[in-house]
């Protein structure tokens, strides 16, 4: 009896495979597989090789796509965007895995000609693939968390609708920020940076290089091991999922005058000032004090 399961291939191109370890910690994989099977990928058991793949017509329903797209990029004696054009034609939809596959990411600068994301380099639309664009799905991080994608996966499976942003990230996980959810707002709000990495006391936005006010995602919703986040555990957010990562000053505010150089979403240079006059009048003790002696 043919399987009813949703059949996915997941095709790597120039990436560490980073957003495979990612998916292979989802913690509901057995449950999973109940639903999908994969035709092929590269770190799971699956019913066909890369070479069945490449030379053979298999029926595919999702298309999977890790790692950043080049021209040059080679995959079996096979280059790259003939793979994915072979099966992008006949799938129902394709998701893009991690920012480098969505937005190029870290291996833009590596030696391969053109190194882009599938539809996007960095925020810029490219047109390479423009004839499936209306297919993908870009689910950015580095890596993105595996449920965000087992969530779009049944989301497919059950022909729920998916409202994407501009980049084609589904609202549901990427409309807000990683500030959002953040147990350091309190810090946040009365501008306390009296941070060290790791403590649990302080915001790192104001010295210590948070990017999370702007950028897009739900790391401090969908907890990392359902447990914890960067920000909470007292690292910076980086600002992974964006199409501008990797932008630097990972640790390290930069600042013009004393205003940090990037401000979160929708605040203006004069309404920050503003706020931050207002709010560095107030001296909340028990927020400047070491709440916590480590
Ligand atoms: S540490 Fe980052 S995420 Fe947390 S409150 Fe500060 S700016 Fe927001
Ligand atoms: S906290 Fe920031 S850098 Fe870390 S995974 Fe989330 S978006 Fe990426």
Same mark, same amino acid.
């Given at each position: 009896?043919?399987?009813?399961?949703?059949?996915?291939?997941?095709?790597t191109?120039?990436?560490?495979?980073?957003?495979?370890?990612?998916?292979?910690?989802?913690?509901?994989?057995?449950?999973?597989?109940?639903?999908?099977?994969?035709?092929?990928?590269?770190?799971?058991?699956?019913?066909?090789?890369?070479?069945?793949?490449?030379?053979?017509?298999?029926?595919?329903?999702?298309?999977? %796509?890790e790692?950043?797209?080049s021209?040059?990029?080679?995959?079996?004696?096979?280059?790259?965007?003939?793979?994915?054009?072979?099966?992008?034609?006949?799938?129902?939809?394709?998701?893009?895995?991690g920012?480098?596959?969505?937005?190029?990411?870290?291996?833009?600068?590596?030696?391969?000609?053109?190194? *882009?994301?599938?539809?996007?380099?960095?925020?810029?639309?490219?047109?390479?693939?423009?004839?499936?664009?209306?297919?993908?799905i870009?689910?950015?991080?580095?890596?993105?968390?595996?449920?965000? %994608?087992?969530? *779009?996966?049944?989301?497919?499976?059950?022909?729920?609708?998916?409202?994407?942003?501009?980049?084609?990230?589904? #609202?549901?996980?990427?409309a807000?920020?990683?500030?959002?959810?953040?147990?350091?707002?309190?810090?946040?709000?009365?501008?306390?940076?009296?941070?060290?990495?790791? #403590?649990?006391?302080?915001?790192?936005?104001?010295?210590?290089?948070?990017?999370?006010?702007?950028?897009?995602g739900?790391?401090n919703?969908?907890?990392?091991?359902?447990?914890?986040?960067? *920000?909470?555990?007292?690292?910076?957010?980086?600002?992974?999922?964006?199409?501008?990562?990797?932008?630097?000053?990972?640790?390290?505010?930069? #600042?013009?005058?004393?205003?940090?150089?990037?401000?979160?979403?929708?605040?203006?240079?004069?309404?920050?000032?503003?706020?931050?006059?207002?709010? #560095?009048?107030?001296?909340?003790?028990?927020?400047?004090?070491?709440?916590?002696?480590?």
């Amino acid at each position: 009896m043919l399987s009813k399961k949703l059949k996915i291939l997941w095709l790597t191109a120039i990436t560490c495979n980073g957003n495979t370890h990612s998916f292979l910690n989802y913690p509901h994989l057995d449950i999973f597989m109940d639903t999908f099977e994969f035709i092929y990928h590269p770190s799971i058991d699956s019913a066909y090789t890369l070479n069945d793949i490449i030379n053979k017509e298999i029926a595919c329903d999702i298309l999977i %796509i890790e790692g950043s797209i080049s021209t040059e990029y080679i995959k079996a004696d096979a280059p790259i965007v003939d793979i994915i054009n072979k099966y992008a034609s006949k799938v129902q939809k394709i998701v893009t895995v991690g920012t480098c596959a969505s937005f190029g990411g870290m291996f833009r600068e590596s030696d391969y000609k053109d190194t *882009t994301g599938l539809h996007f380099d960095k925020e810029r639309p490219t047109s390479l693939f423009e004839h499936i664009k209306e297919k993908t799905i870009s689910l950015s991080g580095c890596p993105v968390h595996p449920d965000i %994608i087992a969530n *779009t996966l049944y989301s497919i499976e059950k022909k729920r609708a998916i409202e994407l942003d501009s980049l084609l990230r589904p #609202k549901e996980f990427f409309a807000y920020t990683v500030h959002n959810g953040c147990t350091r707002n309190e810090y946040f709000e009365y501008k306390i940076d009296n941070h060290q990495f790791g #403590k649990k006391e302080g915001c790192m936005f104001y010295d210590h290089g948070c990017h999370a006010p702007y950028t897009h995602g739900s790391c401090n919703k969908i907890l990392w091991n359902e447990v914890n986040s960067k *920000t909470r555990a007292g690292l910076s957010c980086m600002g992974c999922t964006e199409p501008t990562f990797p932008k630097g000053d990972f640790f390290h505010t930069k #600042k013009n005058m004393g205003i940090p150089q990037y401000l979160p979403f929708g605040v203006a240079k004069r309404t920050y000032l503003t706020l931050a006059g207002i709010t #560095k009048a107030f001296h909340i003790k028990r927020l400047e004090e070491d709440l916590f002696d480590d």
